[in-house]
């Protein structure tokens, strides 16, 4: 997460998980919002980096980046899950 420390990251990234967990009505644990948070922010932020050159910053910017990576992987997972069913 750009410009943040590793520990605000931790809790940016969880309550981004959770917000994207919320509103893409599914079910994780703790644990698993934090990786979709963290992960989800460094797959958006290479996004708006090839796109646009440049990324959000901040705690505000890293939310709202995590928050659309984290449903753009619970939406890539769901997709997998159906193709497979």
């Known amino acids: 997460m750009t410009g943040i420390g ?17 509103f893409m009505k599914r079910d994780h644990g ?8 963290i992960v989800g922010a460094v797959v958006f932020n290479f996004i708006l980096m090839a796109i646009f050159g440049s990324t959000l910053g901040g705690w505000i910017g890293q939310l709202f980046v ?11 997972a769901q997709m997998l899950r159906n193709r497979g069913s």
Request: aromatic share 12%; hydrophobic share 70%.
């Open 30 to 37: 703790l644990l698993m919002n934090i990786i979709l948070g």
């Open 6 to 22: 590793w520990f605000a990251a931790i809790i940016v990234g969880g309550l981004a998980g959770w917000l994207a967990e919320k």
């Open 66 to 76: 995590g928050f659309v990576g984290a449903c753009i992987l619970i939406a890539a």
